[in-house]
């Protein structure tokens, strides 16, 4: 690919091949996200019950997580496309694999196989943006990417939807498998970069210690108080064995010349500030989003095409305030307010939600939904903006790896956390129900005698209050953190290479 003599940048008609490859790709992870969320309740009934729904997603979460963090490395080694296209492979076999699964445990490590290839689209996909497009242009081109998550955010749940109600759930991971070998083709003839092959040793022994680690302590968040009791054995020993895991992981992180996550880049005051509140959105968000479906389908009643609808509004939300903030930020080159407004809507949003029971309307629900959406896409892609314009360029895809590791991270204890205080609840509130009730998809929770379905809603409904509580003093962490948040000048260039 040719480069603008005169400016030395790629020009419209190149930018938008390359928009185009990176969106086939992140089509993928828009489209999992949508159409799982609707399918997890009968998914988790189909399979083995309501108790593991959190670890569905904190498999997928996890290994995308730990995953992410390598790919700007691996890409730098071997190019950006070349990268890109082999998450996409390793996306498509994990999605192959859980449409196949015919046990809990089954579909939760092939959920893991799909994670790592997710991973690998979002951060990836980043990074090329911020490979062509300067800090300064790059809100114009989020138009781009907000145009995928519209897309999916009317397919996806609709899809999810039908198929639950009309074919099977596990149509929600096939349909996965030709958008996904459209997307090989599209990136083999569009994403075609300049490439400058730049050294890297990768940190496997960092990586294999923040894995390790990290599921010791998710483990503890999600098994203490449950399956185990907070004093117990067990207990203790995984929250001890995850200090020492990560211990270990920051002494390496400070004696190996290529970091997973380089202790420089915590120097810098906005990075500081824009993973802790990554983190801390995380957590609220995906605590929020995963169990936003189990309320609408168990509690108010909705089918599973329905809570998808209902999931719209979120969705909506998300893509309308991140493409028109992205816009105002490329004109004026201000950015810091709007992070602050966005976690205060995230927090008066989680009080909203705190406030449903057996009663909300569905009106109400997507009002409420709605405003979280606009929240979590008026902070989010400015957090990843400031942090790509704080950073040297030689960290550009480290860092922004970083940036969405943090976030999926704050997800991963998010549906850990809510998936704990959401099972501990359910056993105090139904203490004389058979557990076998909890075994059930909405369907057939429906089926129950009279006494025993309403006896389960107010339940659920309960629990998933106790649920939105929690969320709302993590939302307003994150508007405390981002009032530190630092405003740079938005640079004007870009560094053009990856691969």
């Known amino acids: 690919m040719t480069i603008d003599e005169a400016t030395g940048r790629l020009t419209n008609r190149q930018l938008q091949l390359v928009f185009a490859g990176l969106m086939s790709g992140v089509l993928l992870a828009a489209l999992d996200q949508t159409i799982v969320a609707t399918a997890l309740p009968t998914i988790v009934g189909d399979l083995g019950g309501l108790a593991h729904l959190s670890w569905v997603v904190t498999a997928y979460l996890l290994a995308s997580t ?20 082999a998450a996409i492979v390793i996306f498509l076999v994990g999605s192959a694999l859980s449409g196949l699964a015919q046990s809990m445990g089954q579909l939760i490590a092939f959920r893991a196989v799909q994670g790592l290839g997710a ?7 980043i990074a090329i943006i911020g490979d062509v497009v300067s800090p300064r242009e790059r809100g114009r081109y989020q138009g781009y990417i907000g ?28 349909v996965n498998l030709p958008v996904g070998v459209a997307a090989l083709l599209v990136t083999s003839v569009a994403l075609d970069l300049p490439f400058r092959r730049t050294g890297h040793t990768v940190d496997y022994l960092g990586a294999a210690l923040l894995v390790a680690g990290v599921t010791c302590v998710l483990l503890v968040t999600v098994w203490g108080g449950d399956r185990y009791e907070w004093g117990s054995p067990t207990i203790l020993g995984l929250a001890a064995m995850g200090a020492l895991l990560l211990g270990a992981f920051a002494v390496q992180e400070q004696r190996t010349s290529e970091p997973v996550l380089p202790p420089r ?15 801390l959105i995380g957590v609220a968000m995906f605590g929020a989003i995963v169990f936003l479906p189990l309320f609408l389908q168990v509690v108010v009643g909705a089918s599973a095409t329905s809570s998808g609808l209902l999931l719209l509004p979120l969705m909506a939300g998300i893509v309308a305030s991140s493409v028109v903030v992205g816009r105002v930020i490329s004109r004026t080159g201000r950015y810091r307010w709007y ?26 629900a997507s009002w409420y939904v709605a405003v979280l959406g606009v929240g979590l896409g008026t902070v989010m892609p400015v957090m990843i903006l400031a942090v790509q ?27 850990a956390l809510f998936g704990a205080v959401l099972a501990s609840r359910l056993a105090h509130q139904l203490p004389g129900v058979d557990a076998e009730a909890l075994q059930a998809s ?27 509580l929690a969320a709302i003093p993590v939302a307003l962490a994150a508007f405390l953190v981002v009032l530190f948040l630092r405003e740079r000048p938005l640079r004007e260039s870009a560094h053009i290479g990856g691969g």
């Open 66 to 85: 730990t995953s992410t963090p390598l790919y700007g490395k691996i890409s730098d080694l071997y190019g950006r496309k070349t990268v890109f296209q």
């Open 119 to 125: 991973g690998g689209l979002m951060a990836l996909a």
């Open 147 to 174: 145009a995928v998550f519209a897309v999916a955010s009317v397919a996806g749940p609709l899809l999810g939807g039908f198929f639950v109600d009309h074919l099977t759930w596990r149509w929600a991971f096939y």
């Open 265 to 279: 880049l915590f120097r810098d005051p906005v990075f500081r500030v824009a993973t802790a509140t990554l983190f």
């Open 339 to 364: 992070p602050v407004a966005g976690t205060a809507l995230m927090t008066i949003a989680m009080g909203l939600l705190a406030t449903m029971d057996a009663n909300t309307s569905r009106t109400t």
């Open 389 to 415: 314009n704080a950073v040297d360029q030689r960290d550009l895809g480290t860092a922004t790896s970083a940036a969405t590791f943090s976030r999926s991270m704050g997800g991963s204890f998010g549906v």
């Open 442 to 468: 909405p369907s057939q929770l429906r089926a129950l005698p009279p006494a025993a379905h309403q006896a389960v809603v107010e339940a659920v409904a309960q629990s998933l209050h106790v649920v939105f």
